[in-house]
Each structure stands twice: as structure tokens, then as C-alpha cells.
């Protein structure tokens, strides 16, 4: 997809053109000038140049200091924290497998297993959400088949820390894959062959020949798990404990629960503080991607 | 032939796909047939496996619900509103990047990026920041501006992709005899380009349904979508079946993204698009 020479086939002449590209282009870029560029800027801004009592703007990083002094505060980063770090692990836990079979099988069961690792990014997570209560929660589905095995019940995941990790985890199952097995693509028949013809072994091909290749693929893959994990909102809302709670429904609650703009605001610049470094590498390889084509 | 029937290597057993088809199985399909049951259960106690009575009487009983035909009624206004909105200002940039020459062409082509570097929620809060000084905040056109710009990458990179992948040579063909540019891209351009924007239009209304947070933080409590609704219905609902019920109906349109678009989303170019 990337931006090929353009000629003027359609009708616009060379000097016309110009002006009416940027015409044809300007309604969405003013947008996303408005709505995610300004947004950020006004975001660092107001929360560092606070009206002091005369009603002048002064420079203050009160805010900040108030979060990073406040037990509660610290309790829900720090779970947002430990959410983030180990639903990533899990993730390429799982799906790493799930891409290499899917790599390198063929046949009707590898078309099945890629309908299903693909499936839950047509399952919106609020119904997810539904489904996890009634299979996990108190009661659930699990439970009822245990009790028919005559075994006892599960400690129930719903309303703890293990509620959002495996409803993000689930969630996040498609596009990790997808992204995992786009990098396992670039991965040649002949280099396996020739690993093979050598005598190196399955862990040994792996490690050598497949790992360094897909490298960069993995850190795509993590990257966007951080981005979308760190500020989830709807599976920690609905499957997590109330307190401590995750970034997105302690920022939620502070806007419109406590009307308390300035604080949630505060919390929106850490977060960003937080993912910047994984944000801006994900842009980068997205650009570095289209470019490349 | 005989001799080549019987002495064909037997075939290796997929035992690794076998493992994947079964886990994934149990995780993925059977929370969702849990839900579907409970959608069509007029009664199911605790610990029978399968329900005492299957029935309609709880769709009867969520569809003479108001606050589900107001939901279902907001959320379908809400996502042809903005997907409208959404076509009519992307297609014509995307035609314009993919075609004509201007300054500055390729940074405003990569600032659609510019959200993704954030973490969604975070980014929300920052707008809504914005919005409560204008007035936004609870208002039907705030919730519209702000899954409008979650549409925008969407709907100018697929259609970009899908313009530039247009045969040149046979829009020049037709400009050689005669073709007004307006009748080469009605009959040459958009013929071809169609199939793939309409997997974007249809992504991008299926997306703007879903859409949750954007909802919840900017339309509570006057704007209830049907997640918000399902939301509410999940905290504080004690009847599970009209959170079944609305879960199957809330599943339609993913059902038919499922149908129409799925070819996209599982060609490379979906994937290499999220950076892969």
C-alpha cells in the first residue's frame, strides 16, 4: 500500500492538482488534527500549567505528584501494570505455537484451526464479556460439569485479576496470530530444508533459524498487545475486581464518576508516558511496512 | 494402480493440529454455544447440564423491553450516521492519495497513524477533556465525532489499497476513445475498486456498532448503545437470559462481517496494515 507516483490520468492537470488533493484530503486530516493531535498537546499542557488561586496559569506538576504519592493510584498502576506484562507473556505463549503450525501445516485441520484462532475478532467483547460469566463465573458452565464429574467447584477467575487477563488474552488471539504469521511468512522453505539437512533439530531450528527471523514480528505483536491492554476498558470493567481496578475504569471513574477532569486527565499523560516507547516502535514498523511496498 | 493404492505412504496423524483444533475448540466455541443455549432456555437450574425447558419466552420478553428498541434504534442510527460521514469524507481523500500528486502528500498519508501510538482509552479521556468545554459530553453528536475519527485509518488506507490496485492501462484504454474522466472512474475505477471499499464500509459499520468505550464515556447516561445497554444488563440484571438474548442479537452484524469481509481480513494485507 504504499504511495506509488501518481500520474494525472483522471482528469486533474499537474498544477490543478495539487490544490485539489490537499482539498480532497482535508476534511479527515483537520480531524485527526483536532480530535487526536490537539486532544494529546492540550492534554500535557493543561495538567501542567494549573490556575493558581490570582487566576493566572502557572507551571505545576501537582497532579502528577498527587498521583505518584497516592497509595490507590499506585495500586491500580500497578495492576494495570502486571496485566499488561503478563497477559503479553501468555499471549505469544499461545499464539507463537498456534502460528508456527499454521506456518508450516496444510490440509483441511490447519484451515480449521485458522478459522477458529481468527473467529474471536468477530466476537465484540462485550459479548465475550457475557460468555465468560456464564462458563466462569459462580455457577457457570465449568462449574456444572464438574459437579456432574462429582468434583468440586473452581475458586472463580470473575471479579479478580485473572478476569481481564483471560478475557484480553482471548481477545487479543486474532491479530497476534495474524501479525505472527505475516513475519513467519518471510521465513523460507529452503533455510528450514537446509537446517534440517544439516542434522539440526526441531528446538534447534527454532532457536536459529526461525526465532531471529520473526524477531521483529514478535515485538510488533507485543507492542500492539501493550497498546490495546494497558488502556483497556470493557473486559477489566465488566470481569475485573472493583478495587484496586485497571487505568481505563480508574480513568472512566474519575472523569464522570468523581468530576474530576484534571485527575483523569493526569492518569490519560501517564498512561501515554507508559506506552510511548511501544507505541512509537509499532508506528514506526507499520510506516517502515507500508514503505516497503 | 492397484500396486499404487496399496503401497502409498500412510499418512502421518496431524497429532499437533489435532491438540490446536480440540484446545481452541472448547475455549472459543463452546463459551459462545453456552450463551446461545442460555439465548433459547425458558428455564435452566443449577447443576443440570442442559436446560429443564427450552422456549422463546425471553426473546418475547427482551423485545417488549424499551430500553432494548431504544438502544437497538440508537446503535444503528448512530453507526449509518457515522459511517456515512465516514465514506463521504474518506473516499475522496483516499482517491486523492492513491491518484493525485500534492505537498505534503505522503506525512498527512501517515498522520491517520498518529492515534495509533496511544493507548485508546487514554487517548478518549484526552478528548473528552476537549468535549466537556464544548458541550459535548452526553450529546449524540459528540458520541458521532468520536467513533467518526476511530473510522478514519480504516477507510482511508483499505480504499487506498483498492484504488491503486486498479488497472492503469485500461483506464488510459478508455480515455484513448473518448471517455470523460467522470465516465472512466464510473465505469472503469470504481467497478473494480468496489468489492474491497465495500469490506471497509462494512468493517467500518461493524466497528462503529461495537463501539463501547467511546459510548460509555462520552454519551452516558442520555446515549445507551446496545453494548452500553448489555453493560448495564450484566451489572445489574438478575434474569441471565435477556443478557443471552441480547448477546445473539447483538451478534448479527459480526455474523455478516463474518460473511462479506472475512476474505479481507484473512489476506496478508489486513495483517501487514496492523504493522506485521
Not at chain 1, 256 to 260: A, G, K
Not at chain 2, 47 to 51: A, C, F, G, W
Given at each position: 500500500m504504499s504511495l506509488s507516483p501518481t500520474s494525472d490520468i483522471v482528469g486533474a492537470s499537474k498544477k490543478s492538482g495539487g490544490l485539489i488533493g490537499l482539498l480532497l484530503v482535508a476534511v479527515p486530516v483537520l480531524l485527526i488534527g483536532w480530535m487526536i493531535i490537539y486532544p494529546i498537546i492540550a492534554a500535557v499542557i493543561t495538567t501542567l500549567w494549573l490556575r493558581n488561586d490570582a487566576g493566572a496559569y502557572v507551571f505545576s506538576t501537582q497532579t502528577y505528584r498527587f498521583f505518584f504519592t497516592d497509595g490507590y493510584s499506585l495500586a491500580n498502576l500497578g495492576l494495570t501494570l502486571w496485566t499488561t506484562v503478563v497477559c503479553a507473556i501468555i499471549l505469544l505463549v499461545v499464539c507463537l505455537p498456534i502460528a508456527l503450525y499454521l506456518r508450516f501445516a496444510t490440509g483441511r485441520l490447519a484451515v480449521y484451526v485458522q478459522g477458529l484462532a481468527i473467529f474471536p475478532l468477530f466476537v465484540p467483547s462485550i459479548i465475550l464479556s457475557y460468555a465468560f460469566i456464564r462458563v466462569l463465573?459462580?455457577?457457570g458452565m465449568l462449574d456444572i460439569l464438574l459437579n456432574a464429574a462429582h468434583l468440586p467447584k473452581i475458586r472463580s477467575p470473575y471479579l479478580t485479576p485473572w478476569g481481564p487477563v483471560i478475557g484480553l488474552v482471548w481477545d487479543h488471539i486474532p491479530l497476534t496470530v495474524l501479525i505472527l504469521m505475516a513475519g513467519l511468512g518471510s521465513v523460507s522453505d529452503a533455510s528450514i530444508e537446509a537446517a534440517k539437512d544439516v542434522g539440526a533439530g526441531p528446538v534447534t531450528r527454532l532457536w536459529y533459524i526461525i526465532l531471529p527471523r520473526i524477531s521483529n514480528s514478535i515485538l510488533v505483536a507485543a507492542s500492539f498487545a501493550v497498546l490495546g491492554i494497558f488502556s483497556a476498558f470493557t473486559l477489566p470493567y465488566v470481569l475485573?475486581?472493583?478495587?484496586?481496578?485497571?487505568?481505563g475504569p480508574f480513568m472512566q471513574r474519575t472523569f464522570?464518576?468523581?468530576?474530576?477532569p484534571p485527575n483523569a486527565i493526569t492518569q490519560a499523560v501517564v498512561s501515554f508516558g507508559f506506552c510511548i516507547v511501544f507505541g512509537l516502535f509499532y508506528v514506526r514498523s507499520v510506516v517502515r511496512n507500508q514503505r516497503a511496498r | 494402480m492397484a500396486a499404487a493404492t496399496t503401497y502409498r505412504e500412510p499418512r502421518r496423524v496431524d497429532w499437533a493440529g489435532i491438540g490446536f483444533a480440540v484446545v481452541l475448540t472448547l475455549c472459543i466455541i463452546l463459551p459462545l454455544l453456552v450463551v446461545g443455549t442460555w439465548a433459547f432456555a425458558n428455564v435452566w437450574r443449577y447443576?443440570?447440564?442442559?436446560?429443564q425447558e427450552f422456549g422463546l419466552r425471553y426473546w418475547n420478553a427482551t423485545l417488549a423491553r424499551a430500553d432494548v428498541w431504544t438502544a437497538i434504534t440508537t446503535s444503528i442510527s448512530l453507526a449509518v450516521v457515522v459511517t456515512l460521514i465516514s465514506a463521504i469524507i474518506c473516499l475522496p481523500a483516499a482517491f486523492a492519495f492513491a491518484r493525485l500528486q500534492f505537498p505534503g502528500r505522503s506525512i498527512l498519508f501517515f498522520s491517520?497513524?498518529?492515534?495509533?501510538?496511544?493507548p485508546k482509552f487514554g487517548l478518549l479521556v484526552a478528548i473528552a477533556g476537549i468535549f466537556l468545554q464544548l458541550n459535548l459530553i452526553g450529546n449524540f453528536w459528540g458520541v458521532v465525532l468520536i467513533q467518526l475519527v476511530g473510522t478514519l485509518l480504516f477507510m482511508i488506507w483499505i480504499p487506498v489499497a483498492a484504488f491503486q490496485g486498479v488497472d492503469r492501462r485500461m483506464e488510459e484504454a478508455a480515455r484513448d476513445v473518448g471517455a470523460s474522466p467522470l465516465r472512466v472512474f464510473w465505469s472503469i475505477t470504481l467497478p473494480q475498486a468496489g468489492p474491497t471499499i465495500g469490506a471497509a464500509v462494512l468493517l467500518t459499520f461493524v466497528n462503529t456498532f461495537y463501539e463501547t468505550e467511546g459510548a460509555w464515556l462520552i454519551g452516558a447516561p442520555a446515549i445507551r448503545t446496545m453494548p452500553v445497554l448489555m453493560i448495564s444488563f450484566i451489572n445489574n440484571q438478575p434474569v441471565i437470559q435477556y443478557g443471552a438474548v441480547l448477546s445473539v442479537l447483538l451478534w448479527i452484524p459480526s455474523f455478516f462481517a463474518l460473511l462479506f469481509a472475512r476474505r479481507v481480513i484473512s489476506g496478508g494485507s489486513f495483517a501487514r496494515g496492523f504493522g506485521a
Open positions: 463465573g459462580p455457577n475485573g475486581p472493583a478495587a484496586p481496578e485497571m487505568m464522570r464518576d468523581l468530576y474530576d | 447443576p443440570s447440564v442442559l436446560p491517520f497513524l498518529a492515534g495509533q501510538a496511544f
